[in-house]
């Protein structure tokens, strides 16, 4: 059977660490500048209905280092934007493709992509879920940290894509989870349910700084999403206080790491002294991008 890679809940904890041990034996292998090419030949196509910085050049030259090819695909120059169904471009691209990367809207769209296509895709942001940065940020605070088991990661701000897939990640592979959001903000409903399952290593409250708590790390992202250009206003006021800044990061631990998937918008849900002051882990984190991506793509296109 082929192997997708919609999102977390898909895989299980064991699956994930696999992912992050071949992520840290590539990030080892390019840093020594040892050279292999197990995906010669193939080709990855991207379709991206949101525009992306990291998600595209760490896409484009991971494909590359590993021997392949990535076509950027921009739905303005494809028929899916005048209207051709997901079904049809799934079973067209199959004929020439050996991988689909796709970022758009509906995670029900990215999984009927995957029910129609003979090839792996890979899910690039959808509104519920953006399992890439996930394994990104498991693989860096775990580079930070020594090990993920045992550790309590804090997510504040909305009850968005990252949020969803921060819960099922750290959930699953070991960590506790707290998140700290406003009421009418919290994360998806089938994952409160999911996460239901891990009792008081998951909590949801609206009281950040008994989220922050000896955390061990301390994530945020916008408060507005893409997508939801719209509503930024009215996010504006609902989110006023959801901010990661020097006294939220004093009731964590003492070695707290920050991380944001970014792009940050300073001054919003984080401070522009707390971002700069882990500028170190946040880049890191960018970076870890490829490296996640690029053992993601084995799993799904590798032998
Ligand atoms: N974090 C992330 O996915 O960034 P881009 O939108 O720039 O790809
Ligand atoms: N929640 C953000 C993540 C960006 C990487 C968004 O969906 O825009």
Redesign the pocket.
Known sequence: MKKDFLKLLDFSGDELYAILDVADKLKFALKRGIKNKPLKGKSLGMIFE???????V?FEVGMYQLGGQALFLSPRDLQIGRGEPLEDTARVLSRFLNGIMI?TFKQSDVEKLAEYASIPIIN??TDFA?P??VMADLQTIREFKGELKGRKLCYIGDGNNMANSLIVGGLKTGMSVSIGCPDAYRPDKAIMEFAEQYGDKFCVTSDIFKAAKDADAIYTDVWAS?GMESEAAKRMEDFKGYCVDQALCDVAAKDVMVLH???AHRGEEITADVFEAHAKEIFEE?EN?LHAQKAIMLMCMGK
């Open positions: 949101k525009s992306p910085t990291r998600t595209r760490s970022r690039g942001l953006h890439c940065q893409m998937c970014l792009p960018a991008r």
